[in-house]
């Protein structure tokens, strides 16, 4: 298994641009997650999917768009990119409920200038 | 709300050493899960060690264990015999059962020094 795997590793893009984080997991899971990590900060939920065809918002959504049309794939939208949007995304998924431990992706770095 | 508090920004020990992070939460429910998960410079996010908070006996994971202190809301982890590649960010996350989503602390960045 791959796990939890994000694409790109790094992206630079200029403001007002747009772009797709994408994150795949191969474990079956239905829960999964898009956090983001400002420098030195902890981690903020931006969007969350439950199971296919599921999504809701979390702490701090405004910005970014979500789908989720499958299982392994929960690819996160940035729509006119602002320099507040520099920060590091994690995707993560989580089995099923009652298990409650979290899969990271490896993360994508984002700057936008 | 539920909120999850580590009052320790930094953090340098010497290594061999043994070290205590410390995480305290706030919570009206009785039924939840607590975590340490470790961020090394590599970014990669890891579970260290989980306890669920039904469970007296405290957690541990080879040199990682928890001071599980349910009525005082604490939920300390210990690392003994630090090792240089334990230098990370630690981050004390918290999950109410039934709940979809779990809260992060801040984190405490903890430098082993040779």
């Known amino acids: 298994n791959a796990g939890v795997t994000q694409t790109p590793k790094f992206r630079i893009l200029k403001i007002g641009q747009s772009m797709t984080l994408q994150c795949t997991q191969d474990?079956?899971?239905?829960?999964m997650y898009w956090y983001r990590q400002d420098p030195g900060m902890g981690l903020k939920l931006i969007y969350y999917s439950v199971g296919a065809g599921i999504t809701d918002k979390g702490e701090v959504p405004n910005g970014y768009n979500v789908s989720r049309s499958t299982t392994e794939d929960f690819p996160l939208r940035l729509e006119l990119a602002a320099p507040s949007q520099t920060s590091v995304y994690f995707c993560?998924?989580?089995?099923?409920?009652?298990?409650?431990?979290?899969?990271f992706g490896p993360g994508t770095r984002l700057t936008v200038t | 709300a539920q909120t999850v508090t580590q009052s320790q920004p930094e953090m340098s020990v010497q290594e061999a050493e043994t070290v205590t992070l410390s995480c305290t939460y706030d919570t009206s429910e009785s039924n939840y899960y607590l975590f340490w998960y470790k961020q090394p410079p590599s970014r990669q996010m890891i579970l260290v060690i989980r306890q669920e908070a039904y469970k007296q006996q405290n957690a541990t994971e080879n040199r990682f264990s928890v001071n599980f202190q349910k009525a005082a809301k604490s939920f300390s982890l210990k690392i003994s015999d630090s090792q240089l590649g334990d230098t990370a960010m630690y981050f004390c996350?918290?999950?109410?059962?039934?709940?979809?989503?779990?809260?992060f602390g801040k984190g405490t960045r903890l430098h082993i020094l040779p």
């Open positions: 993560a998924s989580r089995p099923r409920q009652g298990e409650y431990e979290q899969y």
């Open positions: 474990m079956n899971h239905n829960y």
């Open positions: 996350a918290f999950n109410m059962n039934r709940d979809d989503k779990i809260i």
